[in-house]
C-alpha cells in the first residue's frame, strides 16, 4: 500500500490516493503534441465538443420524447418544440450538430488523407476512426426516424430494404431488422434504443480507443517531419521553447483548440438559430403515412454520396440486375475507406502536395465526392442518372487505381 | 497566411456542396411556380358589369331560400339557416364579403365547380353539391341571375365583419375540411368541422392536418398553394377558395402562429447567442495568442 500521511491540501489528499499529479501530465501537461500545425488539427477537439452538445441536448430531448408510432411525431413538434421550455432550442441545437458534425468528421478525414495521417504506424488511428464514422452514421439514421415524419419512415423503408439484396439470408435478415414485414412501431422502438443507448455507448467507447491510438504513433504534422519526441519535450521542458519542436497539450494545444472552436461555434449557432432547414427537412414535418409515398426521397446530405453510389447504378450490365449491381457498389464504398491505409502503396508519410500523382487522385476524389452528394439528391432522371453512373463508376475507378498511383510515387522519388 | 488559404479552401468545397444540396436541388425539384393571382383573371365577370344593390341582396337572402337552405348567415344580429353536411360542412356566409374576393365569389355563385377549379372531380358524372345559382329557376344564367349575383355579392360586402383574427379566417376558410389540432391540442376545438368520414367521402381522402404545414412547406408554397391548389397538385381534391390576398396573408400568419410558435423567441434568443459566443471568441484568441507568443 503506499504511503499516506496527513494531507495538507484537497489536491495532495486526491494526488495521494489517485495520482493527480502524474496523471496530469501524461494526460495534459506533458502529452506532446508536434507545434508544426494548422487549425485542421483542431477538427478531433471540435468533434468532441459537438458529440458533448449531441449528448446533453438529447439527454433534454429524451426527457419528453415517446417511441411510440401514435405518440412520437407529436411529442416532437408540438410538445418539445412549443410547449416545454426552451424545447425547441434543444432540438434545432441537436438536429443542427447532427448534421454539422458530418461535416466536421469529412474534413478531418480528408485532413488524414491529404497529409497521409493513416499509415507507417498510424494505421489504428485510421481505422479507429473510420468505425466512429459508421457508428456515427448509424446514430445519424436512426436518430432521423424518430420524429416518425415522412422522411423518416420512408427512409427507413429504403435503407432496410437494401438488406433484402443480400443473398440467401436477404429477406429473413430484413424482417430481423424490423421487427415486423414493415417498418412499424416495433421498428421505432428499436431504432430508438439503438439511437440512445447501444450506439453512443459503443461511440464514447470508440472515441477512447482513438485518443487511446494516438498516443504510441504521435500526431502527425504539415510537413510529416519525424520528430524524437522525447528530445523535442527534454528541450521544451528545459525552457527553450522556441526551438522545441513539439507543445504540450494543455494548455498550449488547447489554447488554439478552443480558439477554433469558438469560431465554429459562432458558426454553429447562427445555422441552430437562423438556417436549420438543411438539417431539419421540411418533409419530415409531414407525420409519417405509409400510403403517400413521398415524391423525392432521399437521405440526409452526408449519406448523399453513398446513396448516389448505390443508385448510380441504373441499369443491368452483363446480366447482373441494377439493384445487384449497385448494392455491391454501395457496399464497396462503405468499407473501402476502412483499409485505406493497405491500398496506399507508398512507404513514406508525405503530405499530399509532395506526392504529385496522388495529390491529383486527392483532389478528383473530393471532387467526384461532391459530385456523387449534389447528384445523390437530385431526381434519377435523364442526364442526372448517367452523371451519377459517371461519377459512381469514377469512384470505384479510383479507388482500383491507388495502389497504382501510390506506388508511381514511391518509384518516382526512388523510394522503392 | 497559409490557414487562411486553407480556410478558404475548406470554405470554398463547404459552400459548393450546400449550393448543390439545398438551394439547387430544390430549385430542380420543385420548379417555380407563377405567382399568385389575387384577382383571379381566369374568372369572367359573371356580373356582366351591373352594380350591385346591397339592400335587394340582402332580401334575396332573408326572403329566399336558394343560399338559407344550405348556408347559415347573420343579418342585422340575426342568425339564419343553418349549416349542413352536404358533401362537407357549409360554409356560413356572414364572413364571405370579408374574407373572399368578390370577383371570385360572384363567379363561385354562378358555377362553384368552375370557380373552385374542380370540374375535373364531376367529369364521370355527379355535380357539385353547390347547385349554379339560377334565380328564376329557367335554367340558363340570364341577366337576371347576373343582377341576383351581383346584388348579393354587394349585399355580403355590406354586411361582412370589418375585420377577423386570424384565428376566425382560418376557421371560416380552411376548417370545414382541415383540421389544425395544434392551435388546441388539449381542447381539441381545432378539428376540422366535418366528421372525418363525410369529409373523406367528398373528397376521396382525408384532408390533411395542418398543424405543421408551415414547416413543411414554405410560405411562399401556402400562398401559390392556396390561391391555387392546381398549381402544385394537379387534380387535387382541394378546391381553390379564393380568398383575398389580405385573408390568405391572415391564414397562413395563424399557420404559423400555431405551427412555429417559438418564432418570435427564436429571433430574439439568436442573436444574444452570437454575442456571447463573439466575445468568448475574442478571449479565446487573446488566450492563445499569449500563450503561443513564447513559441515563435
Known amino acids: 500500500m503506499a504511503k499516506i500521511t496527513k494531507a495538507n491540501s484537497v489536491g495532495e489528499w486526491f494526488d495521494q490516493r489517485l495520482n493527480t499529479t502524474t496523471f496530469n501530465k501524461v494526460m495534459m501537461t506533458e502529452y506532446w503534441i508536434p507545434k508544426d500545425i494548422n487549425f485542421l488539427w483542431a477538427m478531433g477537439v471540435v468533434l468532441a465538443v459537438t458529440f458533448k452538445i449531441l449528448v446533453i441536448s438529447g439527454i433534454f430531448l429524451l426527457m419528453y420524447y415517446k417511441p411510440d408510432v401514435n405518440l412520437a411525431f407529436d411529442s416532437v413538434n408540438y410538445t418539445i418544440m412549443q410547449e416545454v421550455a426552451y424545447g425547441w432550442l434543444f432540438r434545432h441545437m441537436h438536429g443542427v450538430a447532427a448534421s454539422v458534425i458530418f461535416l466536421i468528421i469529412y474534413i478531418h478525414m480528408f485532413t488524414g488523407i491529404y497529409y497521409g495521417s493513416y499509415k507507417k504506424g498510424r494505421e489504428m488511428i485510421w481505422i479507429s476512426g473510420m468505425l466512429l464514422f459508421m457508428t456515427f452514421s448509424a446514430e445519424g439514421f436512426s436518430g432521423y426516424m424518430l420524429p416518425w415524419g415522412q422522411m423518416s419512415y420512408w427512409a427507413a423503408m429504403v435503407i432496410t430494404n437494401l438488406f433484402g439484396g443480400i443473398p440467401v439470408i436477404g429477406d429473413a435478415l430484413v424482417v430481423w431488422i424490423r421487427g415486423d414485414f414493415n417498418v412499424a412501431d416495433a421498428t421505432l422502438t428499436r431504432f430508438f434504443m439503438l439511437h440512445v443507448f447501444l450506439l453512443p455507448l459503443a461511440i464514447m467507447g470508440l472515441i477512447g480507443l482513438h485518443f487511446y491510438t494516438l498516443r504510441i504513433p504521435h500526431v502527425n504534422t504539415q510537413t510529416s517531419e519525424e520528430l524524437d519526441f522525447d528530445a523535442e519535450a527534454e528541450k521544451y521542458l528545459s525552457g527553450d521553447k522556441k526551438s522545441a519542436k513539439v507543445i504540450p497539450f494543455w494548455p498550449v494545444f488547447l489554447s488554439k483548440d478552443f480558439a477554433v472552436l469558438s469560431v465554429f461555434l459562432i458558426f454553429y449557432f447562427y445555422l441552430v438559430f437562423f438556417h436549420f432547414n438543411f438539417a431539419m427537412d421540411p418533409v419530415n414535418f409531414d407525420p409519417a403515412d405509409n400510403m403517400v409515398t413521398p415524391a423525392h426521397i432521399y437521405p440526409e446530405w452526408y449519406f448523399l454520396w453513398s446513396y448516389e453510389v448505390l443508385r448510380g447504378f441504373f441499369f443491368d450490365i452483363a446480366g447482373i440486375k441494377a439493384f445487384d449491381l449497385g448494392l455491391m457498389a454501395f457496399g464497396v464504398a462503405n468499407g473501402i475507406f476502412l483499409v485505406l491505409p493497405f491500398i496506399d502503396r507508398d512507404p513514406d508519410i508525405l503530405p499530399a502536395y509532395k506526392r504529385p500523382r496522388f495529390h491529383v487522385w486527392f483532389w478528383l476524389l473530393l471532387i467526384d465526392l461532391i459530385v456523387l452528394t449534389v447528384y445523390g439528391k437530385l431526381p434519377p432522371e435523364g442526364m442526372n442518372s448517367w452523371v451519377g453512373f459517371v461519377a459512381a463508376v469514377g469512384f470505384l475507378l479510383l479507388f482500383i487505381a491507388l495502389p497504382f498511383v501510390t506506388k508511381a510515387d514511391a518509384k518516382a522519388r526512388g523510394a522503392v | ?296
Open chain 2, 1 to 296: 497566411m497559409r490557414e487562411l488559404k486553407i480556410l478558404a479552401v475548406v470554405v470554398a468545397f463547404t459552400l459548393i456542396t450546400y449550393w448543390g444540396v439545398e438551394p439547387y436541388a430544390h430549385h430542380e425539384m420543385h420548379p417555380e411556380k407563377p405567382a399568385p393571382d389575387y384577382t383571379f383573371k381566369d374568372l369572367k365577370d359573371v356580373r356582366n358589369g351591373k352594380t350591385g344593390n346591397a339592400e335587394a341582396g340582402k332580401k334575396l337572402i332573408v326572403e329566399g331560400f336558394q343560399c338559407q337552405s344550405c348556408h347559415s348567415v347573420t343579418v342585422d344580429g340575426k342568425k339564419l339557416g343553418n349549416s349542413i353536411e352536404s358533401g362537407v360542412m357549409t360554409p356560413d356566409l356572414t364572413s364571405a364579403g370579408l374574407i373572399y374576393n368578390e370577383n371570385f365569389l360572384a363567379a363561385f355563385i354562378a358555377d362553384p365547380a368552375k370557380a373552385g377549379k374542380v370540374e375535373h372531380k364531376f367529369e364521370d358524372g355527379g355535380a357539385h353539391p353547390m347547385t349554379k345559382f339560377d334565380v328564376n329557376y329557367d335554367g340558363a344564367f340570364t341577366d337576371v341571375d347576373a343582377q341576383a349575383v351581383a346584388d348579393i355579392v354587394a349585399f355580403l360586402k355590406s354586411a361582412a365583419p370589418k375585420q377577423m383574427t386570424n384565428k376566425e379566417v382560418f376557421a371560416d376558410a380552411c376548417q370545414r375540411c382541415h383540421a389544425i389540432k395544434y392551435g388546441d391540442m388539449k381542447g381539441g376545438s381545432m378539428a376540422a368541422f366535418t366528421s372525418d368520414k363525410s369529409v373523406k367521402d367528398y373528397m376521396g381522402k382525408l384532408p390533411p392536418d395542418l398543424s405543421q404545414y408551415i414547416k413543411s412547406r414554405s410560405e411562399n408554397y401556402l400562398h401559390e398553394f392556396v390561391n391555387d391548389p392546381q398549381k402544385h397538385l394537379d387534380g387535387t381534391a382541394m378546391p381553390r377558395v379564393g380568398l383575398t390576398q389580405a385573408a390568405e396573408d391572415q391564414v397562413i400568419t395563424y399557420m404559423a402562429e400555431v405551427g412555429d410558435s417559438k418564432r418570435a423567441e427564436r429571433n430574439e434568443l439568436g442573436p444574444k447567442f452570437l454575442i456571447y459566443f463573439l466575445i468568448f471568441a475574442v478571449f479565446a484568441w487573446l488566450w492563445k495568442a499569449k500563450i503561443w507568443r513564447d513559441l515563435h
